[in-house]
């Protein structure tokens, strides 16, 4: 996905330049906000990769906030000369960069900011907000983040809707509240006074909003009751002067902001310009290296048509192999080579000359098992090559599996070049820096590509005992080679089978949905009494509060709010409401799962060909892309019937289902040890009914609907170390409410308090978790002295050992599976793994061996206190089988 970066210029800027010293090139000017935002910009481009980027200024004192409020950001001390001299020569940086920029009179970077991230998200982008401006923590949402910066600007916190939460107990949007009561020194709004941020939350958290404060301050007592009324009007101007404006007038669309890596050149003149020699040196001339050592000479040989004997002779000596992918779809993939290593020599066979009749021998040897081979992403190789005719076997060892592994969370540092940097190997370029990135993206000539990937195969050739040391030190080599080195050849198996599409069925059911969607606009129209456009916040919401009086829920410069949670909170005002909600789902559904899957049906095959990432998740589930087949929607009904279409491939199969029931819960019963969830799953009770009679103190049959879904809630709530907040939200119950039913529920599951006292207490001691079968995760930041790093790190020690030992489970049943279906010569085959469920296709023939054989495996592919239990179904299509 599309990753946009937006940087608030004049915040960091202020940032870098009080957190450094006062710097001067010879010339005299000075430089240090300069240097620091360039380190910023170069960790960035590094880190996070972006595709997209721009860093928005402010354009003047005066903007349209003066209007309203004269003494807006009066109090400020007036730029120093020593930071306002370095603007020019920062925005000079930018253009040397290739890094858009910014500004607009009369509108803050803020607002430029807050205008962008809704165009991204109007775009389905991700973002990521850099400033050291907490005002911004209003833009957060699922596809924004916003990194404070902190201790001047070397390091961040980062905070989406879930980090702001546990922070504050608020909403993103509820940062604007906080603000009105509260004022901001920094900006001269005033805010009420005496109201600080402590009493600003305990408002906010019993009323919701600085309207409702003001509208129950006869509730409050004494002075606080006095102090907002007397100041209603300032909270109201102070919440309005905090709201970022997203409506301003932009010069730039997101596609302008495009950002496909900087110019060395021109940055190298800059930073000759400013003198900054460290970095020149980090640069190292152009040839972009990940660190700063210097590349060694390789001995390599370019193999051709004419000495192609040369490397079948050197056959029997070679163990380490790379075929360089090029593209994320392995399904779509191209690849560029292969390199060999054999006697302290690379040899370089180009790609069309492994596929000629003269390299006959070289695919026999890679199809072959029992030869040995070290590679770097197994899964992703055997199925790009499986679509160019090419076989590979025998793969004994995998570095980039083996990096997973040992090192679950740092996966953007898994490539070739960024190991070789972590196990002090030779320097080598990273492949952004060789191929370049996006429209720069170009393959070399055969001496220069030679050369880099015959340098790849001789560094998996020194990183391969290196590793393999590594895993034996952290007791991770049964886990290797039992579980994620077979499964990653399943993975690559049910890939290239793919599932067949009834694309006819398909469209049939988006022209339904179309229908549906049709004459759910003319209800909305019929019920507003007049056409606009639903698609737009500005005239759905005049629509709604205008015209139609409904109350408003928020309320910001961009005029009224009509996302999903305020138009949830009105569905019972009026009719057209819940017409609207229902129309945003089906106009989703019809967008991304209709038209979307349709893209992605393979036309050689008539089937769609997902590919199952197995190092993403630190957990070790897997997750899907190309397309993503574990989000197919299944709350809705239209949701649920898009599974119609997932069909056998062949006449008279079936699609058969194989789903763990409650898996999560069985292993926290498990691991936990607590009797009564033992006893419960034992004896085959339904566990929710259980914990309602235990916590509520009921008998079964006095356990009705409510208090079976709320013991539901906290039951998998426990899983994920759900907050009293959490809860409340999820019940629509008052916090205090939830606090008490969390309380009871250790009270009575004291097993499930003790296992979850115990585990953060092993992490901080040994700084990692592990699963029942030894996955390990690693917590860093467990003693933190932050709070929230802290907190983060504690959930994660609660819920990885559950989550993580449910993905090595169903791993290993997949492995087992596809091995008995491979040993008894059956014609079934597994075609999804979909969160707990695994989906087969199965001819008419094996449907009986398949029921029984399936759950059979799954429930006892591991010894429990408790007893898994599959729930197995089939049919004609995937929505039958469920």
Partial sequence: MDKLILIDGNSIANRAFYALPLLNNSKGMHTNAVYGVTTMLLRLIEEEKPTHFLVAFDAGKVTFRHKEYKEYKGGRAKT???????????????QAFNIN?????GYEADDIIGTMTKLAEENNKQVLVVTGDKDLLQLASNNVTIALTRKGISEVDRFDPDKIREKYNLTPLQIIDMKGLMGDSSDNIPGIPGVGEKTALKLLHQYGSVEEVLAHSDELKGKMKEKVQLNADQAKMSKELATIYREVPLE???????????DQEAVITMFEKLEFKSLLEKMDGSDGLNNQQEQEEINYQIVDQQNVSLIVDKLPAIKSIHFEIIGENPHQAEVLGLSLYADNQSYYVPFELLQSEEATALREWLADEKHEKWIYDYHKTKVALFWHDIEIKGVSFDIYLTAYLLDPTETKNHTISGLSLKYGLSAMKNDDS????????????????SEFLCRKVLLIQKLTPLMKANLEENELVELFYNMELPVAEVLAHMEIQGVKIDTNGLKIHGEEIQIKLDKIIKQIYTLAGTEFNINSPKQLGEILFDKLQLPVIKKTKTGYSTDAEVLEKLASEHEVVSKILEYRQLAKLQSTYIEGLLKEVRQDTQKVHTYFRQTIAATGRLSSQFPNLQ???????????????????????????????????RILAHISGDERLIDAFQNNM????KTAMDVFGVREEEVDANKRRQAKAVNFGIVYGISDYGLSQNLNITRKEAAQFIKQYFAVFKGVKQFMDSIKQQAKQNGYVTTLLQRRRYLPEINSRNFNLRSFAERTALNTPIQGSNADIIKLAMI?????????????KMLLQVHDELVFEVPEAELEIMNNLVPDIM????????????????GKNWFEAK
């Fill in 80 to 94: 120093p000369p020593e930071l306002s001299e370095q603007f020019p020569l920062m925005k000079e940086l930018l």
């Fill in 101 to 105: 920029q910014f500004e607009l009179e």
């Fill in 252 to 262: 730039k669309s997101i596609e302008q902001l495009q950002f496909d890596g900087f």
């Fill in 434 to 449: 060789f191929y370049g990135k996006g429209a720069k993206f170009q393959v070399p000539e055969l001496s220069t590509l």
């Fill in 631 to 665: 989000n197919i929607p299944i709350r809705l009904e239209e949701g649920r019937k898009i599974r119609k279409v997932f069909v056998p491939s062949q006449e008279n199969s079936y699609m058969l289902a194989a789903d763990y029931s409650q898996i999560e819960l």
């Fill in 686 to 689: 339904d566990i929710h009914t």
């Fill in 816 to 828: 087992r599976i596809e091995n008995r279906i491979q040993e008894e010569n059956l014609k079934s």
């Fill in 859 to 874: 429930e006892s592919i591991i010894a429990l206190k408790v007893p898994l239990k599959v729930d197995i179904s089939y």
